[in-house]
């Protein structure tokens, strides 16, 4: 029975990551994660009686600790999700986002290859480290165009710009050690256990609470959608079949602005869960000041994972975000346990 490491594994995609890969596989799951605010084990509550399912809380920057677990574990793969990941954050405070994306990657590579070093040479041409990363470090597109894998970095945010400096290290790590790793870059991720800070659940959340929908700016930038469980199968086929030392882009195929999303979302609501007084959820929309250095658009072209590793994704804009919002429907207590206090879905990430 072959043995994974996930780390971040209580966050969204993460979460979303395990509890698919426990039902499509007979893989074993370590998780490790921190379980910041964001990290929550709410997420993967159903499954603390699973056989083949552990939990660590640990950070990825505990040398030590991860160095402990490779031992224990003898995994053959590393999947790396844990990172700080709210731009809005970042704007705020970069510490945490440059101690954790960058620092703690740093000392999750280190004690890798120490492990990956001392195993014989089929353990070690087996082996697989896997970063998961953003589109976000290519900066941002105009009109036209599409990110690449081979699209110079320019990150414009805090949080880009340290997941950039993660992803530097994944591949020097590759050339200088041979490390076998690979890096994916993925578009907008929306779906099931999202914690509320994000565009979608938020606009969710607040409208069925009669509060205001926050429009940044105009509402004319653009995101390439990508729901999470398009985005777990991805991973799964790079991590099994993608090359060592390459990176893949993962999209969804889905470019809207934010003001269609959140037009779209009202829509949904008004049909699954209509306002009591009867008027559309779009009344609540607000518009708001922009996010300092907000990009513009963001657009995905995963034809390399598309061709080369036989990956399409399922969902589309309609039948994904239909699915989304009536999963919000269904789990009002699990959003309202995962916002402990200390996020009230205020606004974040104003300079002044």
């Known amino acids: ?56 809380q640990g950070d990825i920057a505990d040398q030590t600790l991860v160095s402990r677990l490779l031992q224990d574990y003898q995994p053959q793969a590393v999947v790396n999700f844990a990172a700080e990941s709210h731009v809005d954050r970042s704007i705020e405070g970069p510490g945490e986002f440059i101690q954790t994306n960058i620092v703690g990657t740093f000392h999750l590579l280190e004690a890798v290859r120490s492990y990956w070093n001392e ?27 599409y990110f690449t894998e081979t699209t110079p970095y320019a990150p414009n945010s805090p949080y880009s710009a340290s997941k950039a ?62 729901y999470v469980l398009d985005h777990c199968t991805a991973i799964k086929a790079v991590l099994e079949r993608g ?37 559309s959820y779009q009344k609540q929309i607000v518009f708001v000041k922009d996010r300092p250095g907000h990009d513009q658009r963001y657009a995905i072209d995963s034809t390399k994972l598309q061709t080369n590793l036989h990956w399409q994704p399922e969902e589309t804009f309609t039948t994904g975000f239909r699915k989304t919002v009536q999963w919000y429907l269904d789990n009002r207590v699990w959003s309202q346990r995962v916002c402990d206090g200390s996020y009230r879905r205020e606004r974040l990430g104003l300079t002044e």
Not at 126 to 139: K, M
Not at 170 to 189: A, D, I, K, Q, W
Not at 265 to 278: H, Q
Request: proline share 5%; hydrophobic share 30%; glycine share 10%.
């Open 1 to 56: 029975m072959k043995t994974w490491l996930v780390t971040g594994g209580a966050g969204f995609i993460g979460s979303n990551f395990i509890r698919y890969i426990l039902e499509q596989s007979d893989v074993k799951v370590v998780n490790l994660d921190k379980l910041t605010y964001a990290g929550n084990q709410e997420s993967l509550a159903d499954l603390s009686d699973h056989p083949r399912y552990s939990f660590v």
């Open 119 to 145: 195993q014989p040479q089929n353990t070690k041409d087996e082996f697989r480290f896997l970063h998961i990363s953003t589109d976000e470090v290519y900066g941002s597109l105009g009109k036209t165009g």
């Open 165 to 226: 400096s993660s992803d530097h290290l994944v591949r020097s790590y590759y050339h200088t050690y041979g490390l076998p790793s690979v890096t994916t870059n993925c578009s907008n991720n929306y779906g099931p256990y999202q914690f509320p800070e994000k565009l979608i659940p938020l606009i969710i959340l607040n409208a069925l609470e009669g509060k205001p929908l926050p429009i940044y700016g105009d509402g004319q930038n653009i995101r390439d959608w990508l």
């Open 243 to 279: 090359n060592v030392g390459e990176t893949y882009n993962v999209g969804g195929n889905n470019e809207k602005s934010n003001l269609d999303v959140v037009k779209t979302l009202c829509d949904l609501l008004d049909e699954l869960s209509p306002r009591a007084d009867g008027l």
